[in-house]
Structures are given as C-alpha cells and as structure tokens.
C-alpha cells in the first residue's frame, strides 16, 4: 500500500528552500502541486525575508532532482495568490505555471469532509536538515477548531521541522486531505525570536569586547563564546525537534479560496455516510 503511495504522491511534493545571500539555507518547508498550483503551510509567509526561494521536486528515490527553479524572494512573492486580497486559511496557494514544472503531476484533493478517528494517512515530506523525501505512516487521532475558526485534524504521525506544508495523505484514495503545519510554525517562530534575542546579545557584546582585562583574560570574549555556543545548541535542538503528533489544516475549504471557478468546481465538497 505504501509504495503505491509513494509512487503516485513522490512526483507532487517538493522541497522549498529559504537561501541566504551566501547561498546557504536558512529552512526548509514542504509543497505540493494541485492543478496548476503550489499548496504548502502558512507559516512560509511569516518566517523571514531570505534572499531566494530554491523549488526542487525529486525522482522516485527520493534525493535525485527532478525539476528545479530559483526564484528571488521579490519574485517569489509576487506567485503568492490572494483571493479577494486575503491570504486561504491556514496554507497558501503559489502560481505554479512555470515551464520547468509544466510536467510535474498534480495531485487530488479530497472532496470528503466527514473522515472518521482512526483512518490512516501518510505524509510525505523533507527534513530540514537533510535534502531527501520521505513517506511517514499514521492515523487520524482527533480533530479541533481553533479561535479563529481553522478546522484541524490531528494526527498519530512522527512530525519535523521540515514538513510544514507537507500533505496529509488520505490511504485509501490517495487524496489530499490536509496541509502539515500549525505547531510546528509556533516552533519556527520561537526559534526566530530566540535567535533575536541572541544575535542583539552578540551585538552589545562585541561593542564592550577588549575593554576590559583581568589577569590577561577578556571576560567579554569569555561570554560571547558562551552565547555562541547556546546559539549553536539551540539551532541542533531545532533541526532535530521530533514530535509523535501532528497537526495539519483541513484542505476542504480550498474550493472557497480557488482563484477560478472552474477550478472550484472541480473541487466541489461531498459528504459520505
């Protein structure tokens, strides 16, 4: 059942690189393509303003690259799409109609809205410290309304930094019926602020370094080692932050959100008994 899955999701989901203007990356979130659409997690428009946005879809292995585009992050912004002006609930629709992704499959989503506790789902994503897909298994545990209203489904599923944006896959019909997220933006935006807090640290020590000196020691170096050596620590602890629950947004409200109707349409929600 799983490599059915993996056969038919693989080709959809791709890994979405925040770079630096050094070329190196600051994080990595999820995708995937319905129609002629990039869907991924909400927090990717929250996080920061990196210098380039790096779009890399993988071959069935999972590591070798498929298709790829390096957009600036001006650019990447303007593929953001906003009906009525307004961001979708909980994830974010991106034009995808660029040429280099013009072969790339779109997935389904679910028109089912009434899933049962305990239906399995897989989620395929990227880790944010390694370049290379990956499939998870689990079931649906629970489900939640939060205070602006987001319908949520909880999940029974090992989540990393790196998933946001990954989709919620449904078993039996290998359909999308969610978007990974909500914890793990709240995650991503203490570890930013934490680095603030950090790097203004640094700053007013690097301003006082070498004047003072006791017994030949410079007790401000002493502390800025310090700081830096937290930095690093709570970076690893970020990278490698392992959850057994997940959290993803019900995607049955993006017919509402569809920047065309014929699109909606084909989207049209359904009950089952």
Same mark, same amino acid.
């Given at each position: %059942?799983?490599? $059915?899955i993996? $056969?038919?999701?693989?080709?959809?989901?791709?890994?979405?690189?925040? %770079?630096?203007?050094?070329?190196?990356?600051?994080?990595?979130? +999820?995708?995937?393509?319905? %129609?002629?659409y @990039?869907? +991924?997690?909400?927090? !990717?428009?929250?996080?920061?303003i990196?210098?380039?946005?790096? *779009? =890399?879809?993988? %071959?069935?292995?999972g590591?070798?690259? =498929?298709?790829?585009?390096?957009?600036?992050?001006?650019?990447?912004? $303007?593929?953001?799409?906003?009906?009525?002006?307004?961001?979708?609930?909980?994830?974010?629709?991106?034009?995808?109609?660029?040429?280099?992704?013009?072969?790339?499959p779109? @997935?389904?989503?679910?028109?089912?809205?009434?899933?049962?506790?305990?239906?399995?789902? #897989?989620?395929? /994503?990227?880790?944010?410290?390694?370049?290379?897909?990956?499939?998870?298994?689990?079931?649906?545990s629970?489900?939640?309304?939060?205070?602006?209203?987001?319908?949520?489904?909880?999940?029974?599923?090992s989540?990393?930094? /790196?998933? #946001?944006?990954?989709?919620? !896959?449904?078993?039996?019909?290998?359909?999308?019926?969610g978007?990974?997220?909500?914890?793990?933006a709240?995650?991503? =935006?203490?570890?930013?602020?934490?680095?603030?807090?950090?790097?203004q &640290?640094?700053?007013?020590?690097?301003?006082?370094q070498?004047k003072?000196?006791?017994?030949d020691?410079?007790?401000?170096?002493?502390?800025?080692?310090?700081? &830096?050596?937290?930095?690093?620590?709570?970076?690893?602890?970020?990278?490698?932050?392992?959850?057994?629950?997940?959290?993803a947004?019900? *995607?049955?409200?993006?017919?509402?959100?569809?920047?065309?109707?014929?699109?909606?349409m084909?989207?049209?929600?359904?009950?089952?008994?």
């Amino acid at each position: %059942m799983f490599r $059915k899955i993996w $056969k038919q999701v693989h080709p959809s989901v791709c890994s979405i690189h925040f %770079m630096s203007k050094a070329g190196t990356r600051i994080t990595t979130f +999820t995708g995937f393509k319905i %129609m002629n659409y @990039l869907i +991924t997690d909400d927090v !990717i428009d929250k996080f920061g303003i990196p210098d380039s946005v790096v *779009l =890399r879809f993988s %071959m069935e292995d999972g590591c070798s690259e =498929r298709a790829s585009k390096n957009f600036s992050f001006k650019d990447f912004k $303007k593929k953001i799409i906003r009906p009525g002006g307004n961001a979708a609930p909980g994830y974010v629709i991106i034009c995808l109609e660029d040429p280099e992704f013009k072969d790339i499959p779109s @997935l389904r989503c679910s028109r089912k809205i009434n899933y049962d506790i305990g239906h399995p789902i #897989a989620i395929l /994503g990227y880790q944010l410290e390694q370049q290379n897909l990956a499939i998870k298994s689990g079931i649906i545990s629970s489900f939640f309304t939060n205070s602006d209203g987001l319908k949520y489904i909880q999940i029974d599923c090992s989540i990393k930094q /790196g998933n #946001a944006g990954s989709p919620l !896959i449904d078993l039996e019909t290998e359909e999308v019926v969610g978007v990974i997220g909500h914890r793990l933006a709240g995650i991503a =935006r203490s570890y930013k602020e934490l680095m603030i807090i950090f790097n203004q &640290n640094l700053s007013v020590l690097n301003e006082v370094q070498g004047k003072f000196n006791y017994d030949d020691i410079d007790p401000v170096q002493v502390l800025i080692a310090n700081q &830096n050596q937290i930095k690093h620590i709570a970076t690893e602890f970020y990278k490698t932050a392992n959850m057994g629950v997940g959290y993803a947004v019900d *995607l049955c409200s993006l017919p509402d959100y569809c920047p065309d109707n014929e699109s909606a349409m084909d989207l049209e929600l359904k009950y089952e008994e």
